[in-house]
Antibody, heavy 125, light 107 residues
Framework: QMQLQESGPGLVKPSETLSLTCTVSGDSIISHYWTWIRQPAGKGLEWIGRVYSSGSSRSSPSLESRVTMSVDTSKSLFSLRLASVTAADTAVYYC???????????????????WGPGILVIVSS | DIQMTQSPSSLSASVGDRVTITCRASQNIGTYLNWYQQKPGKAPELLIYAASSLQSGVPSRFSGGGSGTDFTLTISSLRPEDFAGYFCQQSYSAPPTFGQGTKLEIK
């Protein structure tokens, strides 16, 4: 069974860069999309972006100027970097598999079918 | 971005009750709608994908319906472990967006 695990600093200073890694086990990282989602305390879920195993990526328009994502297939992990953080970036960050289904007849569909447990990142000096 | 609106925001019910949560999209999204359950301190888990398909391992008391702009998640007979948060999410167009959530509490 697939497992994902986020790792990285739990405390980041304002204006610095948040860096997180998600390690995938139990299944191949190849030929899948991988996504980052965050959730401020007591609030809803916000999609940050997705990266394909080839390294191509797409981010939320509201964050794309600050987001960089990458994949290391040799280590079965993918990463997120969020630059110039502020207190508004304080949240639990989740990684997830972004499963795409294409039956060839209509627009492909996708859903987040496996999630990591999440990591709390606090932005504070 | 497509706005997703869930109702109610919170709901009190008893074990054995049948409950329905509604999700409305700001535009037609066909059946590109997914539902997740989230328990306190845990990551969300996929329940329903493509509006009505049950994810593997999810009990059959959960069902999803709807298309276009209006969708439902129904739990046919509540069990104690179902008291949790529920989120809908559209996958019709990027960026994927979520409803604000529905908190299902024990009456």
């Amino acid at each position: 069974q697939m497992q994902l695990q986020e790792s990285g600093p739990g405390l980041v200073k304002p204006s610095e860069t948040l860096s997180l890694t998600c390690t995938v086990s139990g299944d191949s990282i190849i030929s899948h999309y991988w996504t980052w989602i965050r959730q401020p305390a007591g609030k809803g879920l916000e999609w940050i972006g997705r990266v394909y195993s080839s390294g191509s990526s797409r981010s939320s328009p509201s964050l794309e100027s600050r987001v960089t994502m990458s994949v290391d297939t040799s280590k079965s992990l993918f990463s997120l970097r969020l630059a110039s953080v502020t207190a508004a970036d304080t949240a639990v960050y989740y990684c997830a598999r972004d499963y795409f289904y294409d039956d060839g007849d209509s627009q492909p569909n996708n859903w987040f079918d496996s999630w990591g447990p999440g990591i709390l990142v606090i932005v504070s000096s | 971005d497509i706005q997703m609106t869930q109702s109610p925001s919170s709901l009190s019910a008893s074990v054995g009750d049948r409950v329905t949560i509604t999700c409305r999209a700001s535009q037609n999204i066909g059946t590109y709608l997914n539902w997740y359950q989230q328990k306190p301190g845990k990551a969300p888990e996929l329940l329903i994908y493509a509006a009505s398909s049950l994810q593997s391992g999810v009990p059959s008391r959960f069902s999803g319906g709807g298309s276009g702009t209006d969708f439902t998640l129904t739990i046919s007979s509540l069990r104690p472990e179902d008291f949790a948060g529920y989120f809908c999410q559209q996958s019709y167009s990027a960026p994927p967006t979520f409803g604000q959530g529905t908190k299902l509490e024990i009456k």
